[in-house]
């Protein structure tokens, strides 16, 4: 059969390779974007809290007090749940987020991260609005909220650390809160908002507008397996459901996924995942939830959606692949019927996502080492859906020849070697 041929081909259309897609298109290239699933953010792009979270500059990284190590070892602290069974697969690349998680490579993880978490809101506005899908990002912030003393004095210190950055964040006693939140429940002493992150009740929907926008701007979407990439000739080939592709470059945009396709040609990463649920439920009587609020002592949110509340869980340490457990959701629900008057599921079962991760809480955007024409943009951990876009615009700059707007050194995927 003979191959069609296009620009590039972005393989994974979760927010980053939709959001590449629409880069690389907007600099003039042929585009086609090519997911195993035909539909675009079905996975992790579908699930997440939905907040583009421009005040995220600093990362979360591993613990550093024996006291929270023992804790979190022990599945103590419901803020992350490890999987033991998994421990083998996961342990060295946790090994390495330890390891990379001192305050001198948070520091430097910030200073990298921070223009690109600053612009991610201006991104996606004009991706928004040139989809047609403002309404998919409301400008109400988000809210953190603690239950004692001493979770208000772990916060205010990590809005200091945010301050020293330039984030902006508003301190709110109890009667402060309940006037932006009237139902969020007495277990919340008080919290803090960050009134500039964008918030959405439908980020697959965004992600599908997106896609739209894609294909009205002239773009491929195709159904077919990224594993089937194989050089051919100059360029590279990838097998879909229409036949075969052939292009001179290709992005690898298969979020957790990523790394098998990378291992396959050849190059070996530290990633892992942080695995996180979520599961919706009706409000009791006509309680409103204005934006998604952090519980930050027990690590869950809870963001209005179109389906629902959701609920969305932290980290579970587990393997990409090892079968859902609905332990971390149902660890949680009963903080969460303390916090807001949520009545019953309207899931089945707890929704599994993956965020993809490297050690040092860096996406990877760029060149694959020694493979020309072959890019990354992987990695985005806790904020794809709010980097999709910025980092789509740094890697089509790149592989376009233009000046990036941010120095790309630290988001190299040789900086593991
Ligand atoms: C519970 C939870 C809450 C979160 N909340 C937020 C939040 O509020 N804000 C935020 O910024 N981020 C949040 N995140 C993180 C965010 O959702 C992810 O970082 C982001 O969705 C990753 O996007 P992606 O496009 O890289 O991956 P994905 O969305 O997973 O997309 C990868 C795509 O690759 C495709 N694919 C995989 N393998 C193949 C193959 N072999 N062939 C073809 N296609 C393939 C998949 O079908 C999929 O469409 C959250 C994550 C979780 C789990």
């Known amino acids: 059969m003979a191959s069609r ?8 259309a979760g927010m980053v390779g939709v959001s590449a897609a629409l880069a690389l298109q907007a600099r003039g290239r042929t585009v086609a974007l090519v997911d195993r699933h035909g539909e675009a953010a079905g996975e992790t792009s579908f699930g997440n809290a939905g907040m583009v979270q421009s005040e995220a500059v600093v990362p979360y990284v591993f613990p550093r007090k024996p006291s929270e190590i023992v804790r979190a070892a022990l599945n103590q602290d419901p803020r ?4 033991y069974g998994a421990m083998p697969s996961s342990a060295p690349a946790l090994w390495r987020y330890f390891l990379a998680s001192t305050p001198g490579a948070k520091a430097e993880t910030a200073n990298a991260m921070k223009p690109l978490v600053f612009a991610a ?36 210190k990590d809005i200091e650390e945010l ?33 500039m992150p964008l918030t959405s009740p ?3 929907g965004l992600g599908r507008a997106y896609t739209a926008l894609f294909v009205k701007r002239g773009g491929r979407f195709e159904k077919g397996d990224a594993m089937t990439l194989e050089p051919s000739a100059a360029d590279w080939m990838v097998t879909t459901d229409a036949g075969r592709l052939a292009a001179r470059d290709v992005v690898i945009a298969l979020g957790p996924w990523s790394n ?10 530290p990633c892992f995942v942080k695995r996180g649920y979520h599961m919706h439920y009706e409000a009791k009587g006509n309680a409103g939830l204005n934006r998604p609020v952090l519980d930050v002592e027990k690590g869950y949110v809870l963001a209005p959606m179109k389906l629902g509340l959701r609920l969305t869980t932290g980290a579970e340490f587990a393997g990409v692949e090892d079968r859902a457990s609905p332990a971390h959701i149902n660890r949680l629900e009963p903080f969460a019927r303390e916090m807001f008057p949520i009545g019953d599921r309207k899931d089945p079962a707890p929704w599994l996502g993956r965020r993809p991760c490297l050690p040092d809480l860096r996406p990877i955007i760029g060149p694959f080492p020694g493979k020309p024409g072959l890019w990354l943009d992987f990695g985005h951990q806790h904020l794809g859906f709010t980097l999709g876009p910025i980092t789509g615009r740094l890697l089509a700059e790149m592989m376009c020849g233009e000046a990036p707007f941010v120095d790309p050194a630290p988001f190299r ?4 070697s």
């Not at 098998?260 to 990463?269: F, N, T």
Request: charged share 25%; aromatic share 6%.
């Open 5 to 12: 041929t296009v620009d590039v081909i972005v393989l994974g």
């Open 80 to 83: 992350a749940h490890i999987r």
């Open 121 to 156: 809101t201006v991104e996606h506005r004009k991706l928004s609005e040139a989809a047609g899908a403002s309404e998919l990002l409301r400008p109400t912030g988000w809210i953190k909220v603690w239950r004692s003393a001493r979770g208000q004095d772990a916060t205010h």
């Open 163 to 195: 301050r020293s950055y330039g984030v902006r964040a508003n301190v709110l006693d109890r009667a402060e809160l309940t006037e932006l939140e009237p139902n969020v429940g007495e277990a919340a002493l008080g919290g803090v908002h960050f009134p």
């Open 202 to 204: 439908d980020p697959q």
């Open 260 to 269: 098998e396709l990378v291992r396959a040609q050849g190059l070996r990463l």
């Open 413 to 416: 995927a040789d900086r593991f």
